[in-house]
């Protein structure tokens, strides 16, 4: 019995896969790890395949796009497969419909993943999407329509094709081979071993699924293998086009946003592209294979170098066009003079006059900065949590009272969000600062488009263009994360950086410093509508040295000749959110160009840029405020437990001191400000308050509705600890999860804490 199972075709095709397809099976190790988890975790990447989203919505119509990927997936595989292992089970060519009997015998991953699939799906959606028993059923029957069509037309096509391909190889299948060498070389050589080293096989599963044997004694004919072969090379070819077709269709109607499939049908369809493509270089090239993929990846990287393949991600209404900026220390050093940096100061004098007219001029205000630290999706959602329930409860003294905003990547995207809405409150939009739906609204998915557009667009060339401020620009996966957020945010952040000047001016709004890293050397780029040279190289721990470094660069001055008013505002909140492989860095045009990442590199809370400013105008803040109040908006616990030390394995041990770093960089830049806050009660001559807002992430277990804005002590005390995904999706119970973490007892106690301070 065990040698009948053993030596039956799908467990033969199965040893086969193991042994000789190793490329094959990593894609579909790749489609495994990422539906369970495993991988791009960080990134939301299991998201894309466990609630895939359409034209805004998960329902039966996304899953079954899935679905028909995930056949045409499967089919490419079954295809490359029978081209390139075919010949090693010569009875094949004794048997009609030779491709539907192989394909159903080398089900066995395909069918394994799909039921994996399935069974992740159904608990994802139980856990964290809270959705019902039909929703479930629903989107299971959308999986399973979309893959069942997909893989029954493609067998049918095959079915009806093959008797014209049949003929037409019948009549010229050896007029052909001898026209290429290649082809002809190929083909006799896998002859041979169909003829001499058959792999034996003992029975086979049939369409039916009944067990049939295998007749050990039949003849092969040496031109119906020939044919064989020819005819599904041509079906590959045929689906290879067919699919880099649909990708250049999906590039070209990307705004439309029936185009726009889920992304993770996006991930299927280049894994599709990859495995044909791997079983053509295979088929033609045997020996040289890997040769040629090398000699591919060598040509790749020099288009890529030459921008015979552009690889730059440009900041929008920049002016590209023009001569780079000279970029290099002695630049630096002219546009932060002492002259430069007395202007800018005074003019920020002027704003802190207009901020001191807001209040009563017989006792002194307290002052606030407000820090917000980086984290995707979770950090923005935060960040707005935070700002709208704490200026809520004060009232609203919380943002009159506020002069300054800093931070980094998503914790600026939400107080951006935040802070127009105050704005426009203050113009008179009829607003509630305090609607839910703008919670909603920042939390919406922008993962899909990104990722849609990456593998669409990117990853190939990127032909298509917009024009923004008179100039043209690249339309890319950071032209779709401002698109998306903008659409998410209801188009009221779509505006010039310069739009903002009056109203920081004027002290309507507190001023907001984005601040990105420069990976060229390390530096932080201050991107304001103002001119803040003063950030660039005062010293905060006391008093300027003679030659002091440039700590950092004035966006607004290095580039006055670039048009930086007109840098787009959602560019700039691009610019200081480039997480990497999902919102590109930008290249700014100097030269050498200036490439820029997230702004949490170097500070992911934005404390030492609030101390910094705070150390600039230290003298008129004590003179003309009763003290300062630094509000953090943190993503994370400050002072976290120490984690116990587990077994780690050898390959751990390997990556632990770069893995630690990492790992750490967040306690480690929380040292730093910690000694920086120590230091600064030294040389401020006043009262300074640090008030800190923090999403310690508990587990949301059922409760009524009634408590969603006011859950019990116990409750919350009751929750375990589950942390939201650091990317720019986020599932309904992380959304819920943030949100009620507000009202954690600490968070609480700060918010307490604010509102006396405020009095």
């Given at each position: 019995?065990?040698?009948?199972?053993?030596?039956?075709?799908?467990?033969?095709?199965?040893?086969?896969?193991?042994?000789?397809?190793?490329?094959?099976?990593?894609?579909?190790?790749?489609?495994?790890?990422?539906?369970?988890?495993?991988?791009?975790?960080?990134?939301?990447?299991?998201?894309?395949?466990?609630?895939?989203?359409?034209?805004?919505?998960?329902?039966?119509?996304?899953?079954?796009?899935?679905?028909?990927?995930?056949?045409?997936?499967?089919?490419?595989?079954?295809?490359?497969?029978?081209?390139?292992?075919?010949?090693?089970?010569?009875?094949?060519?004794?048997?009609?419909?030779?491709?539907?009997?192989?394909?159903?015998?080398?089900?066995?991953?395909?069918?394994?993943?799909?039921?994996?699939?399935?069974?992740?799906?159904?608990?994802?959606?139980?856990?964290?999407?809270?959705?019902?028993?039909?929703?479930?059923?629903?989107?299971?029957?959308?999986?399973?329509?979309?893959?069942?069509?997909?893989?029954?037309?493609?067998?049918?096509?095959?079915?009806?094709?093959?008797?014209?391909?049949?003929?037409?190889?019948?009549?010229?299948?050896?007029?052909?081979?001898?026209?290429?060498?290649?082809?002809?070389?190929?083909?006799?050589?896998?002859?041979?071993?169909?003829?001499?080293?058959?792999?034996?096989?003992?029975?086979?599963?049939?369409?039916?699924?009944?067990?049939?044997?295998?007749?050990?004694?039949?003849?092969?004919?040496?031109?119906?293998?020939?044919?064989?072969?020819?005819?599904?090379?041509?079906?590959?070819?045929?689906?290879?086009?067919?699919?880099?077709?649909?990708?250049?269709?999906?590039?070209?109607?990307?705004?439309?946003?029936?185009?726009?499939?889920?992304?993770?049908?996006?991930?299927?369809?280049?894994?599709?592209?990859?495995?044909?493509?791997?079983?053509?270089?295979?088929?033609?090239?045997?020996?040289?294979?890997?040769?040629?993929?090398?000699?591919?990846?060598?040509?790749?990287?020099?288009?890529?170098?030459?921008?015979?393949?552009?690889?730059?991600?440009?900041?929008?209404?920049?002016?590209?066009?023009?001569?780079?900026?000279?970029?290099?220390?002695?630049?630096?050093?002219?546009?932060?003079?002492?002259?430069?940096?007395?202007?800018?100061?005074?003019?920020?004098?002027?704003?802190?006059?207009?901020?001191?007219?807001?209040?009563?001029?017989?006792?002194?205000?307290?002052?606030?900065?407000?820090?917000?630290?980086?984290?995707?999706?979770?950090?923005?959602?935060?960040?707005?949590?935070?700002?709208?329930?704490?200026?809520?409860?004060?009232?609203?003294?919380?943002?009159?009272?506020?002069?300054?905003?800093?931070?980094?990547?998503?914790?600026?995207?939400?107080?951006?969000?935040?802070?127009?809405?105050?704005?426009?409150?203050?113009?008179?939009?009829?607003?509630?600062?305090?609607?839910?739906?703008?919670?909603?609204?920042?939390?919406?998915?922008?993962?899909?488009?990104?990722?849609?557009?990456?593998?669409?667009?990117?990853?190939?060339?990127?032909?298509?263009?917009?024009?923004?401020?008179?100039?043209?620009?690249?339309?890319?996966?950071?032209?779709?994360?401002?698109?998306?957020?903008?659409?998410?945010?209801?188009?009221?952040?779509?505006?010039?950086?310069?739009?903002?000047?009056?109203?920081?001016?004027?002290?309507?709004?507190?001023?907001?410093?984005?601040?990105?890293?420069?990976?060229?050397?390390?530096?932080?780029?201050?991107?304001?509508?103002?001119?803040?040279?003063?950030?660039?190289?005062?010293?905060?721990?006391?008093?300027?040295?003679?030659?002091?470094?440039?700590?950092?660069?004035?966006?607004?001055?290095?580039?006055?000749?670039?048009?930086?008013?007109?840098?787009?505002?959602?560019?700039?909140?691009?610019?200081?959110?480039?997480?990497?492989?999902?919102?590109?860095?930008?290249?700014?045009?100097?030269?050498?160009?200036?490439?820029?990442?997230?702004?949490?590199?170097?500070?992911?809370?934005?404390?030492?840029?609030?101390?910094?400013?705070?150390?600039?105008?230290?003298?008129?803040?004590?003179?003309?405020?009763?003290?300062?109040?630094?509000?953090?908006?943190?993503?994370?616990?400050?002072?976290?437990?120490?984690?116990?030390?587990v077994s780690s394995s050898f390959f751990q041990k390997i990556f632990v001191p770069i893995s630690s770093v990492y790992n750490n960089l967040g306690n480690i830049q929380?040292?730093?400000?910690?000694?920086?806050?120590?230091?600064?009660?030294?040389?401020?001559?006043?009262?300074?308050?640090?008030?800190?807002?923090?999403?310690?992430?508990?587990?949301?277990?059922?409760?009524?509705?009634?408590?969603?804005?006011?859950?019990?002590?116990?409750?919350?005390?009751?929750?375990?600890?589950?942390?939201?995904?650091?990317?720019?999706?986020?599932?309904?119970?992380?959304?819920?999860?943030?949100?009620?973490?507000?009202?954690?007892?600490?968070?609480?106690?700060?918010?307490?804490?604010?509102?006396?301070?405020?009095?």
């Open positions: 019995m065990l040698e009948k199972i053993f030596y039956s075709f799908p467990i033969q095709l199965l040893i086969n896969n193991i042994k000789k397809n190793q490329v094959l099976l990593l894609c579909w190790y790749l489609l495994f790890i990422m539906v369970t988890g495993s991988f791009g975790k960080l990134l939301g990447i299991p998201y894309l395949f466990l609630d895939p989203e359409y034209i805004d919505k998960v329902n039966f119509w996304s899953f079954a796009i899935i679905g028909i990927t995930v056949g045409g997936f499967i089919m490419a595989f079954n295809i490359t497969c029978y081209i390139v292992d075919s010949h090693r089970f010569s009875f094949l060519g004794t048997l009609s419909r030779p491709f539907t009997r192989f394909s159903l015998n080398n089900s066995i991953i395909p069918l394994i993943f799909v039921i994996l699939y399935i069974i992740c799906v159904i608990r994802f959606q139980v856990d964290n999407e809270f959705s019902t028993i039909w929703l479930i059923l629903a989107q299971i029957g959308g999986f399973l329509s979309g893959l069942l069509a997909m893989i029954v037309f493609l067998v049918t096509y095959f079915r009806l094709t093959n008797q014209d391909i049949f003929k037409v190889i019948t009549r010229s299948v050896d007029s052909q081979l001898r026209k290429s060498p290649i082809s002809r070389a190929n083909v006799m050589q896998r002859l041979e071993i169909a003829k001499k080293k058959t792999i034996r096989v003992d029975n086979y599963l049939d369409i039916g699924l009944r067990v049939r044997r295998v007749n050990p004694n039949h003849e092969y004919d040496k031109e119906a293998i020939l044919k064989v072969f020819d005819q599904n090379h041509l079906n590959l070819v045929l689906i290879e086009f067919i699919i880099f077709f649909v990708i250049l269709i999906l590039g070209i109607f990307r705004e439309n946003p029936f185009f726009q499939i889920p992304a993770a049908g996006s991930v299927v369809l280049i894994l599709t592209i990859f495995i044909m493509f791997t079983g053509a270089i295979s088929y033609w090239f045997r020996g040289w294979s890997i040769t040629m993929v090398i000699m591919l990846i060598v040509l790749l990287n020099i288009l890529v170098k030459f921008d015979i393949i552009t690889s730059n991600y440009q900041a929008y209404g920049l002016d590209y066009s023009s001569t780079p900026v000279t970029y290099n220390l002695n630049e630096l050093h002219e546009h932060s003079q002492t002259k430069f940096r007395a202007e800018d100061r005074q003019n920020t004098l002027n704003i802190l006059e207009n901020w001191r007219q807001k209040f009563d001029s017989a006792e002194n205000p307290k002052i606030v900065l407000i820090s917000t630290s980086g984290g995707g999706q979770r950090a923005a959602l935060w960040s707005m949590k935070a700002l709208q329930s704490a200026d809520s409860a004060t009232g609203g003294k919380l943002m009159k009272h506020a002069m300054l905003i800093t931070g980094s990547s998503g914790g600026i995207i939400g107080a951006s969000y935040y802070r127009e809405l105050v704005l426009r409150k203050y113009h008179g939009s009829d607003l509630n600062l305090s609607d839910p739906q703008y919670l909603r609204n920042i939390s919406k998915d922008n993962l899909n488009p990104i990722i849609f557009s990456l593998l669409v667009n990117d990853l190939f060339i990127r032909y298509q263009s917009f024009q923004y401020g008179g100039l043209r620009y690249k339309k890319d996966r950071g032209y779709a994360f401002e698109q998306q957020l903008n659409k998410n945010t209801g188009f009221i952040m779509d505006k010039p950086l310069s739009a903002y000047r009056e109203p920081e001016q004027n002290a309507l709004i507190p001023l907001m410093f984005i601040a990105p890293t420069v990976i060229n050397d390390g530096r932080k780029l201050f991107i304001s509508p103002h001119k803040i040279s003063y950030m660039t190289s005062s010293n905060v721990y006391g008093k300027d040295t003679l030659s002091p470094e440039i700590k950092g660069i004035d966006f607004q001055r290095f580039y006055r000749d670039k048009q930086p008013d007109s840098l787009r505002y959602l560019s700039a909140l691009r610019l200081g959110a480039s997480f990497p492989y999902i919102t590109p860095n930008v290249n700014l045009p100097s030269q050498p160009p200036m490439e820029i990442m997230d702004a949490g590199i170097s500070d992911n809370f934005g404390i030492s840029d609030a101390l910094h400013f705070l150390y600039v105008f230290k003298d008129w803040i004590a003179e003309n405020t009763s003290g300062v109040v630094i509000v953090a908006i943190r993503d994370s616990e400050d002072d976290k437990p120490i984690e116990k030390n929380d040292i730093n400000n910690d000694n920086l806050l120590e230091q600064a009660q030294s040389w401020f001559e006043g009262d300074i308050h640090c008030i800190e807002f923090e999403y310690i992430p508990r587990t949301i277990f059922e409760h009524s509705d009634e408590d969603e804005e006011n859950p019990s002590v116990k409750q919350i005390q009751q929750e375990a600890i589950e942390r939201a995904s650091l990317n720019w999706r986020l599932t309904s119970r992380e959304k819920r999860n943030i949100r009620r973490n507000f009202y954690s007892p600490k968070n609480r106690e700060s918010l307490q804490e604010l509102q006396n301070t405020l009095q």
